[in-house]
Structures are given as C-alpha cells and as structure tokens.
C-alpha cells in the first residue's frame, strides 16, 4: 500500500483545514486507518484513527475539533481539522494496519504497517 498525503498548509488560530490521503495498492476498506503528528522537537503521536466499519477514536487533545473519515470508494481517508491552535502545528502522517486491535493497539504507531510522506500543518497565533 502507497499512501500519499496533503492538504497542509499555514493557518491562523481558529481556523480550519482538511488533509487527505490517498491510498493505492491493496483494498483499502481492509484497513484501519489513522492519522499521527509529529511536533518539533517531540515525539510521533497518535491523533485520530477510523476502522474498516467506520468507528472512529480520537486522542483526548483533539476531542471535539478533529474528526476523520474515509471514503473507500476513492481510497482516501480524510482529517478535518477545526478551531486549530498553535499547539496543532506538527508535520501530520496517514498510516495504515491491516489489523484491528483494542484501544491500546490502534494507539501504537508501530501497530501501522503503512505510512504516507507526511503535510506540515502549521498554526499561527
């Protein structure tokens, strides 16, 4: 599976923006997808993950602001990102897993078995 990423971009505080990420190669429906960030100087995070039946958890920072979805008849899993703050700007990375594990494991950047190149989102205030 090759997944490609974008949509970032520079955005004041406040603002929206809506990332993308295209997959090709295998079935997509098959897979769990998500989204993780990277901020300057910080470790990777998980962010916000969608299932094959379209369950959907998000880490507790973005609860409310972000949500994600998937079109799997376009092999595309979308972030919409609102009410953006500062502390948002990171360089955002769809991953994918062909498997289904609990809360813990969807959580786990090393439970994804794909990765796309990664947008820079980036918040001003």
């Known amino acids: 599976v090759q997944l490609q990423a974008c949509g970032g971009g520079l955005v004041q505080a406040g603002g929206s923006l809506r990332l993308s990420c295209a997959a090709s190669?295998?079935?997509?429906?098959?897979?769990?997808m998500a989204w993780f960030r990277q901020a300057p100087g910080k470790e990777r995070e998980f962010v916000i993950a969608?299932?094959?039946?379209?369950?959907?958890t998000y880490a507790d920072s973005v609860k409310g602001r972000f949500t994600i979805s998937r079109d799997n008849a376009k092999s595309t899993v979308y972030l919409n990102m609102n009410s953006l703050k500062p502390e948002d700007t990171a360089v955002y990375y769809c991953?994918?897993?062909?498997?289904?594990?609990?809360?813990?494991?969807?959580?786990?950047?090393?439970?994804?078995?794909?990765w796309g190149q990664g947008t820079l989102v980036t918040v001003s205030s």
């Open positions: 991953a994918a897993s062909w498997d289904s594990g609990n809360y813990y494991y969807i959580r786990n950047g090393n439970s994804y078995h794909y």
């Open positions: 969608i299932k094959r039946n379209g369950g959907s």
């Open positions: 190669g295998r079935t997509f429906s098959n897979y769990v």
